[in-house]
């Protein structure tokens, strides 16, 4: 699967463009959209919650400015913020990341450091879309499984082979390899270690880890049983 997303913005509330120009120049120069708003709800207002970049929030005095953040987690927002104060105080600063502020700097020395936080934090938030994307489809695919499919899946991640497997489900070896070769084809897989990463989490959501109790008495065949909890 290939994960797009859209292209990046940044995104700045200030009440006072002119005051934070070079923070507008450093923004505008980078590699993805930008964007200046006068206020909080003309941002949240034109928002896409499924867009990625950045939110850079300019506070000024006792910082008012930080009621922003409190509306963006109930309403899916999680965009990285990064404050810019103008009077950068402890309090200012504890508050704006009890708020959730990924980072807070003074507006004064904010040209130094601004392009690489600003970098760094858009880059991991299109990462973590992606991942939620390959999420996403993951789980729309599992849901696709039959019943006897899903037992399959949970033995395979559970790291039995394909013998383990047949002996366990009572079917012949090449059932299983049918069944797996099914299993890697509906679940878009192309090897076993792409199988565990992307689906273990899901077989233990569904019905729980499988409890596997494997006894071989001396020269005697192994014989596997797989158990679900009660």
């Given at each position: 699967?290939?994960?797009?997303?859209?292209?990046?913005?940044?995104?700045?509330?200030?009440?006072?463009?002119a005051?934070?120009?070079?923070?507008?120049?450093?923004?505008?120069?980078?590699?993805?959209?930008?964007?200046?708003w006068?206020?909080?709800?003309?941002?949240?207002?034109?928002?896409?919650?499924?867009?990625?970049?950045?939110?850079?929030?300019?506070?000024?005095?006792?910082?008012?400015?930080?009621?922003?953040?409190?509306?963006?987690?109930?309403?899916?927002?999680?965009?990285?913020?990064?404050?810019?104060?103008?009077?950068a105080?402890?309090?200012?600063?504890?508050?704006?990341?009890?708020?959730?502020?990924?980072?807070?700097?003074p507006?004064?020395?904010?040209?130094?450091?601004?392009?690489?936080?600003?970098?760094?934090?858009?880059?991991?938030?299109?990462?973590?879309?992606?991942?939620?994307?390959?999420?996403?489809?993951?789980?729309?695919?599992?849901?696709?499984?039959s019943?006897?499919?899903r037992?399959?899946?949970?033995?395979?991640?559970?790291?039995?082979?394909?013998?383990?497997?047949?002996?366990?489900?009572?079917?012949?070896?090449?059932?299983?390899?049918?069944?797996?070769?099914?299993?890697?084809?509906?679940?878009?897989?192309?090897?076993?270690?792409?199988?565990?990463?992307?689906?273990?989490?899901?077989?233990?959501?569904?019905?729980?880890?499988?409890?596997?109790?494997?006894?071989?008495?001396?020269?005697?065949?192994?014989?596997?049983?797989?158990?679900?909890?009660?």
């Amino acid at each position: 699967m290939i994960c797009s997303v859209p292209m990046p913005c940044i995104h700045l509330v200030t009440r006072d463009a002119a005051a934070c120009g070079n923070v507008v120049l450093l923004a505008s120069g980078l590699s993805f959209g930008f964007q200046a708003w006068r206020d909080a709800d003309g941002f949240l207002s034109a928002l896409d919650p499924d867009a990625t970049g950045a939110l850079l929030v300019e506070v000024a005095g006792s910082g008012p400015e930080l009621a922003l953040l409190d509306r963006l987690g109930p309403l899916g927002v999680d965009m990285p913020v990064i404050v810019l104060a103008r009077d950068a105080t402890v309090d200012l600063c504890r508050r704006a990341f009890k708020a959730g502020a990924r980072e807070f700097l003074p507006l004064s020395a904010a040209e130094d450091s601004l392009p690489d936080i600003l970098r760094k934090a858009v880059g991991q938030h299109v990462l973590e879309r992606q991942r939620q994307q390959r999420s996403r489809h993951a789980r729309s695919l599992y849901t696709r499984l039959s019943e006897r499919e899903r037992e399959v899946l949970g033995l395979v991640v559970a790291g039995l082979t394909n013998k383990e497997i047949a002996r366990a489900l009572a079917v012949s070896p090449r059932t299983v390899e049918v069944h797996r070769a099914r299993l890697a084809c509906k679940l878009e897989t192309d090897s076993l270690a792409q199988l565990v990463r992307q689906y273990a989490d899901l077989v233990d959501e569904d019905s729980g880890p499988l409890d596997l109790v494997c006894g071989q008495a001396w020269g005697a065949p192994l014989a596997v049983a797989a158990r679900r909890p009660v």
